[in-house]
């Protein structure tokens, strides 16, 4: 039980279990190694492909960020930060392209990296315990693996209130043939609403405001708790990661999951120094937990539009993630 990956060869079925149930299952650059060349293998061998968490708490919680950010104290630290994302994104992108049913069970938390493993193949089976999350924004990041694709395409602004926000849903249902009549068969009949629904409206109204400044404002005018409480948790969110993440959510839309994921790559790629509010914000929240980040830009009104604009420039061409001519 060692492997921090364990594959289970079940006749025409390839299983994939994510084995680091004390860590939540959180992923690495070795479990991504391991990963990536079994599911080529299987795409031509196997009928179908679940992946699934060891445990009951987490499917997967997300990348292994606080190694990440350590590695940054280290000489290199940021190749091999920039290593982890580039196979990270090119793994995320292998899902999303995958010719062969590609089922997650998403049974617990299920945040960033493991949406990444999740949201793009073709199946998510959730159960009463999943916790889904972009969380990026509250650790000095943006909604990344692929987030600018799938939170653009949600319905209204959803999308730019879920990646900004980080807000934690807990009822979620699969979506995508006989794959499907199976997965129908247990399927409850949920006879509940959504729920943000009470909010849709307000979600609309406010997070369609064309500057975070706006959105915060909107949000203020309206005296009701969950205005409020939205109101105070974007202003914790390191302002930089806020306007960055709505200019990719934004923009999102009109793009392919390969164009979403080399720009969210040239993105992340800027942000491994340790001058980063990626580091402070890992430093903060998940290495001395002091919870008081200090964020650089410190307020929006710093973070310019030259400033965001000089994030999503290109790279040089050497160090440019190319999704379409890629390989681990």
Known sequence: MGDEVLLKDVGDCGVIVLNRPKALNALNLSMVQKIYPILKEWESSKKLVIIEGAGE???????????????????????????????????????????????????????????????????????????????ETAIGLFPDVGGSYFL???????????????????????????????????????????????????????????????????????????????????LKMSPSSLKISKKAIDEGNGKSLAECLEIEYRLVYTALSRDSDFYEGVRALLIDKDQKPVWKPPSLTDVTDEYVNKRFATLPAEKELKLRASKL
């Open 57 to 135: 708490k987490a499917f997967c919680a997300g990348g292994d960020v606080k190694s990440l950010v350590l590695a940054l104290n280290e000489p290199k630290g940021e190749v091999f930060g920039a290593e982890f994302f580039r196979k990270e994104y090119t793994l995320n992108y292998l899902i999303g392209t995958y010719n062969k049913p590609y089922i997650a069970i998403i049974n617990g938390i299920t945040m960033g990296g493991g949406v990444g493993l999740s949201v793009h193949g073709k199946y998510r089976v959730a159960t009463e315990k999943t916790l889904f999350a972009m969380p």
């Open 152 to 234: 653009s395409r949600l319905k209204g602004k959803l999308g730019v209130y879920l990646g900004l926000t980080g807000h934690r849903l807990k009822a979620l249902q699969n979506t995508g043939d006989t794959i499907e009549e199976i997965l129908n068969k247990y399927q409850p009949k949920l006879n509940h609403e959504f729920s943000l629904a009470p909010h849709m409206s307000q979600i609309e109204n406010y997070f369609s405001a064309p500057s975070v400044e706006e959105i915060i404002e909107r949000l203020k005018k309206d005296n009701s708790e969950w205005a409020q409480k939205n109101a105070e948790i974007l």
